[in-house]
């Protein structure tokens, strides 16, 4: 399966039409068949990838929307969650932190990022490994991280402190 995008003509589409400057917010939603990114709140679009795989969702979703789509370096807050039905398997270890942080570096403006515990285990993770200058160059607005549904917040503070250290 190619993960090569290319798609300048919608990005070229979204970048100059004045509604959708109107977008402050975004939600990520990972199920078992496919990764959707909703931009909120005037009007709504949607992007759905259909594949099964998590890395290849990651992948895929961080293709479309590198830093030359307008919208996404201009949001300031973000939503990742999951389907809870989601079985185990699918949050599997063959997804490597780069993916999470390949998925959230376009994201320059967030001030806001709001996550389930099971994705927030992951970002966390791929979060703890950064260090120096790399640490300001991801998410560098981030003020806030909010957990939904967290069963070990001492383990996700943990997981997250060398991050807000190298800050």
């Known amino acids: 399966m190619d993960l090569g995008f290319d798609v300048p003509q919608p990005h070229r589409l979204v970048g100059h039409a004045e509604a959708f400057k109107a977008y402050d917010h975004a939600e990520v939603f990972i199920s078992d068949g496919s990764i959707q990114l909703s931009l909120h709140p005037e009007m709504q679009l949607e992007l759905q ?23 996404i370096s201009t949001l300031e807050e973000l939503k990742i969650w999951g389907d809870g039905r989601l079985s185990f398997s699918h949050w599997g270890d063959d997804v490597g932190g780069s993916q999470w942080l390949e998925l959230l570096d376009p994201f320059t403006a967030l001030k806001n990022l709001y996550l389930t515990d099971k994705v927030a285990q992951h970002v966390c993770g791929a979060l703890q490994g950064l260090s120096g200058e790399r640490a300001t160059e991801v998410l560098p607005a981030l003020r806030n991280l909010f957990v939904d549904g ?14 807000v250290t190298a800050r």
Do not use: K, Y
């Open 49 to 71: 990838i259909n594949c099964s795989e998590l890395d290849r969702q990651l992948s895929s979703l961080a293709q479309v929307c590198n830093p030359s789509f307008p919208l």
């Open 150 to 163: 967290l069963r070990s917040f001492e383990h996700i503070q943990e997981t997250i402190r060398p991050f």
